[in-house]
T-cell receptor, first 114, second 115 residues
Framework: AQSVTQPDIHITVSEGASLELRCNYS??????LFWYVQSPGQGLQLLLK??????LVQGIKGFEAEFKRSQSSFNLRKPSVHWSDAAEYFC????????????FGRGTSLIVHP | GAVVSQHPSWVICKSGTSVKIECRSL??????MFWYRQFPKQSLMLMAT?????????EQGVEKDKFLINHASLTLSTLTVTSAHPEDSSFYIC???????????FGPGTRLTVT
């Protein structure tokens, strides 16, 4: 079974600073990987996903993530954070060829200081 | 495209009553829908997988008689919390996979408060 670790519960950055949210996964084969964002009281919005191919994935809102098989990681990055990026971010991993249902990490709360 | 709605967005009910939450795929057909529960400041916990025209598959530890799921059409799944108790208070989120696809689209969630 797959699992996801988001080691940081909270991340605080200043507006305009760069951002990296960490995600490590455990799965025996090439996984499907996702990053979602959740604003307070809202559902989840997909930021980006990796299924295969180029390991650097571009998403919406200026986010990108890089799949590193050797490190079992899929870290999310943004070069310049905006105050509106403050939200909860979830990494998820799904099993290719399996039931697909993704397993979610516990989430990282992003706090943006002006 | 690929919009999922939930109704109601929030509901307050008294202990012992039942409440139904609807999940609709507005612009696509969804053979499979999922129901999640989320506690404050925590991740999503998958409750069950709902397949159109068949019985839902519940995750271990989820009471199927308490959380009734019906997926009667390709655009609608419902979750009924029966005989609700305060411990059932939570944020319930549904998601849907477009028929033939594998990406989940999430609804906005329903906040249930049981008094």
């Amino acid at each position: 079974a797959q699992s996801v670790t988001q080691p940081d519960i909270h991340i605080t950055v200043s507006e305009g600073a760069s951002l990296e949210l960490r995600c490590n996964y455990s799965y025996g084969a090439t996984p499907y990987l996702f990053w979602y964002v959740q604003s307070p009281g809202q559902g989840l919005q997909l930021l980006l996903k990796y299924f295969s191919g180029d390991t650097l994935v571009q998403g919406i809102k200026g986010f990108e993530a890089e799949f590193k098989r050797s490190q079992s990681s899929f870290n999310l990055r943004k070069p310049s954070v905006h105050w509106s990026d403050a939200a909860e971010y979830f990494c998820a991993v799904g099993a290719q060829g399996g039931s697909y249902i993704p397993t979610f990490g516990r989430g990282t709360s992003l706090i943006v200081h002006p | 495209g690929a919009v999922v709605s939930q109704h109601p967005s929030w509901v307050i009910c008294k202990s012992g009553t039942s409440v139904k939450i609807e999940c609709r795929s507005l612009d696509f057909q969804a053979t499979t829908m999922f129901w999640y529960r989320q506690f404050p400041k925590q991740s999503l916990m998958l409750m069950a997988t709902s397949n159109e025209g068949s019985k839902a598959t519940y995750e271990q530890g989820v009471e199927k008689d308490k959380f009734l799921i019906n997926h009667a059409s390709l655009t609608l799944s419902t979750l009924t919390v029966t005989s609700a108790h305060p411990e059932d208070s939570s944020f319930y989120i549904c998601s849907a996979i477009q028929t033939g696809g594998y990406e989940q689209y999430f609804g906005p969630g329903t906040r249930l408060t049981v008094t």
